[in-house]
């Protein structure tokens, strides 16, 4: 069959390409490859939650820290009437180097990093059982820490691994 228009048979427009067509299907095959983890979707939000908690919290347990070692008189009850009798000033050293490890695993898991994800899940539990033995002295920053800690542990456990996938198509 001819098309008029072109005086060309139907087969042999086919086998003709033309330049800007070819430039086409060049840039079409250029495809960047799939990620091989899960398809970011909207709870991408949670993981994202849980690694600025983590940045925020980590820096408040090290304040907390300071002022365990620096003003032990600030506390409610003294340090015989906890749930593990310790000096403020040890729970303030251990509380200082939680909240940096914390804020650090934070920025790995704001980076899509597993190992920041498998660290911040296990880091959570830690900081949530210490703010537990904490809760004498101060109840009110306890619970909101221990509540905080427990969504964390639900962001990175069920939906971390969407954060690797959102922060390698992120980059070029």
């Known amino acids: 069959m001819e098309y008029p228009r072109y005086g060309q048979t139907k087969e042999a427009s086919r086998d003709h390409v033309a330049p800007s067509q070819a430039h086409q299907d060049a840039q079409s095959a250029q495809v960047r490859p799939v990620a091989a983890g899960p398809e970011p979707t909207n709870w991408i939000g949670w993981v994202v939650f849980a690694g600025i908690t983590m940045l925020v919290l980590g820096s ?20 015989n009437d906890l749930a593990i009798p310790v000096n403020y ?29 498998a660290v911040g899940i296990f880091l959570a539990a ?21 509540a905080i800690d427990i969504l964390v542990i639900y ?13 390698d198509r992120a980059v070029p």
């Open 60 to 79: 408040l347990q090290a304040l907390m820290g300071l002022v365990g070692v620096f003003n032990t008189d600030f506390y409610l009850v003294t340090a």
């Open 89 to 117: 000033t040890a729970w303030g050293w251990f509380h200082l180097a939680m909240g940096v490890v914390v804020a650090l695993a934070g920025a790995a898991v704001m980076a899509g990093k597993t190992w920041g994800r």
């Open 126 to 146: 830690v900081q949530a059982l210490v703010n537990f033995a904490w809760f004498p002295a101060y109840p009110f920053w306890s619970m909101i820490v221990i």
């Open 155 to 167: 962001a990175l456990a069920v939906h971390g691994r969407e954060m690797k996938s959102f922060s």
